[in-house]
């Protein structure tokens, strides 16, 4: 376990993950009855953009940045400045964490970012398996009665948390991949149990793209893994032809909320104009399994 988000908070891939969180939020929301987080990967929970890990890899400048000054020139031209409302929402609740009053200085991980959207009524379950990480995010949520932290394996403590007494509600699968194949088999066992024990449930699941042929077999998978819908967001910086660097990620959400599809267009397109570092940046938003519903709910 040698991974630490600090030093990629904030980075693209975070941008596309936690704007896609802060949706499926504000979905949930439409609603007056109380639903549960879980968060099987939760990281430590916030991030000073000015300590030595993010200042080490800077990621972050080619990231939430990016979408913060996208007014400077790029690629020899100025680049317009015209976020979508949800972006721009994602963005102010960014800037109006404490710390941030002066500028950008303390980047929220997923924990943070879903506890102040949620609710009195929400409630959220962490997990964090790094003893260091955990420690920091008990400390960070020590004084909200809504969130509970969990040092253990993620995907085994699913068994135990799901379902929710809310009986709605999300899980995001966010972790590391330090080895890729072995990563997707554990995703996808833990979906396969998860979806028995509570079919309803909305799951996100993160993944890196670096090589298009190392995320094939999951997308295929995910296809039939019996979610009623899978959606798929991604966003590529750089052509996805390199397996030695991060040209771009994808957000898989199965039972994605209805019309989610419409709900992430725009940000994605504005995401990739933003974002990317060669002119051919490329997203993607497509159903890889979908029921009746959403066929109708797609435009023609
Ligand atoms: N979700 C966080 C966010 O968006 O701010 C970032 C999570 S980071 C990508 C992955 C985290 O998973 C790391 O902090 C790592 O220590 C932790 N981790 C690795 N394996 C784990 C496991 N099996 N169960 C729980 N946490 C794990």
């Known amino acids: 376990m040698n991974y630490r988000h600090a030093y990629h908070a904030g980075n693209f891939a975070d941008v ?32 000073a953009l000015d300590g030595e890990e993010a200042g080490k890899t800077g990621e972050y400048r080619d990231g939430i940045e990016r979408l913060l000054f996208p007014d400077l020139r790029r690629n020899g031209e100025a680049v317009q400045h015209a976020l979508p409302p949800l ?18 200085k303390l980047y929220p991980g997923s924990p943070l970012q879903a506890a102040r959207a949620m609710r009195a009524t929400d409630s959220a379950q962490l997990c964090e398996l790094h003893p260091d990480e955990a420690a920091l995010l008990r400390e960070l949520f020590r004084q909200d009665p809504r969130v509970h932290v969990h040092q253990r ?29 072995a990563e997707y088999r554990l995703i996808e066992s833990a979906l396969k149990a998860a979806l028995q024990r509570w079919p309803t449930g909305i799951y996100a699941v993160w993944y890196p793209i670096k090589q298009r042929s190392q995320v094939q077999p999951f997308l295929r998978w995910l296809q039939h893994c019996g ?68 066929s109708a709910s797609r435009p023609p």
């Open 153 to 181: 394996n993620g995907y085994e403590a699913l068994k135990a948390l799901l379902p929710p007494k809310e009986k709605r509600g999300l899980v995001l699968i966010d972790p590391p991949y330090e080895a890729q194949d």
């Open 227 to 294: 979610a009623r819908r899978v959606l798929r967001a991604e966003l590529l910086v750089r052509p996805d032809d390199s397996p030695l660097r991060l040209n771009g990620s994808g957000m898989a959400i199965l039972n994605a909320p209805w019309q989610f599809d419409q709900v992430l267009r725009e940000p994605l397109q504005a995401m990739a104009r933003l974002l990317s570092h060669e002119r051919a940046a490329e997203w993607r938003l497509d159903w890889l399994a979908q029921d009746e519903d959403t």
């Open 87 to 104: 972006l721009r929402h994602w963005l102010d609740a960014i800037l109006a964490l404490p710390g941030n009053e002066h500028g950008l």
């Open 16 to 47: 596309l993950k936690h704007s896609v969180l802060f949706a499926l939020i504000q979905a949930l929301q439409a609603k007056g009855t109380p639903f549960a987080l879980i968060d099987t990967h939760a990281g430590s929970g916030c991030y």
